[in-house]
């Protein structure tokens, strides 16, 4: 069954440092989201993207993010100047032109 | 979105049938009603999602009362995989996001 990749799976950054996630989408989807887990609490909206740009973004989503997809395959999210709040599970989901997302296994961050 | 109330944790015997229920009494005539399950230290995984009837798949059954204020999850024989916090969430068909809320713990007793 077709998979959302994303790496890495920990990535532990300095506070004040800039870190990409990276998420592989399924192949033929159209639309592409990140969102994000703080520990113990909800799984929340960050972003999403079609056809090469934002769609939509929540109020989390500051200037201190960008997301990309730079090679017609990746899909990154750029979180610069990282806080300690900014420590959580990073999920990628895609999905075709119908409904049903597949989420990736996610990329915890600790920002120390 | 309009708003989906779930308890927030239940027990299952293995090998039983688990009724997960969700009420969504505002919920307008173009939300579909998804169900996400979130497995320890995975993303959220697609369960089902439904309009109006009644829907099968290969992981589930999801139950629509007639006036669409409820729904229920059946799990026809829960494993110990089954384990998770899931989650019913209402959305339009051309919306972006879901609204995850608290969803349901459920756990399965061997």
């Known amino acids: 069954e077709p998979e959302v990749t994303q790496t890495p799976s920990h990535q532990v950054t300095q506070m004040g440092q800039e870190v990409i996630l990276r998420c592989v989408p399924i192949?033929?989807?159209?639309?592409f989201y990140w969102y994000r887990q703080i520990l113990g609490q909800k799984v929340e909206f960050l972003v999403s993207f079609y056809n090469n740009e934002i769609s939509e973004k929540s109020e989390i989503f500051d200037d201190q993010f960008s997301v990309e997809r730079p090679d017609g395959s990746n899909f990154t999210l750029k979180i610069r100047s990282t806080k300690l709040e900014d420590s959580a599970m990073y999920f990628c989901?895609?999905?075709?032109?119908?409904?049903?997302?597949?989420f990736g296994s996610g990329t915890r961050l600790t920002v120390v | 979105d309009a708003k989906t109330t779930q308890p927030n944790s239940m027990e299952s015997n293995e090998e039983e049938p688990v009724h997960l229920p969700c009420n969504h009494s505002?919920?307008?005539?173009?939300?579909?009603i998804h169900w996400y399950r979130q497995l320890p230290s995975q993303g959220p995984e697609y369960v089902i999602h439904?309009?109006?009837s009644n829907v099968n798949n290969r992981m589930a059954s999801l139950a629509i009362a007639e006036d669409r204020k409820s729904s229920t999850l059946i799990l026809h024989r829960a494993t110990l995989r089954d384990a998770a916090v899931y989650y019913c969430i209402l959305k339009e068909n051309t919306g972006n996001q879901f609204y995850f809320g608290t969803g349901t713990s459920l756990t399965v007793i061997p």
């Open positions: 989901a895609s999905r075709p032109g119908t409904i049903g997302y597949t």
């Open positions: 505002t919920i307008s005539g173009t939300d579909y």
């Open positions: 439904g309009l109006t």
């Open positions: 192949s033929n989807h159209l639309y």
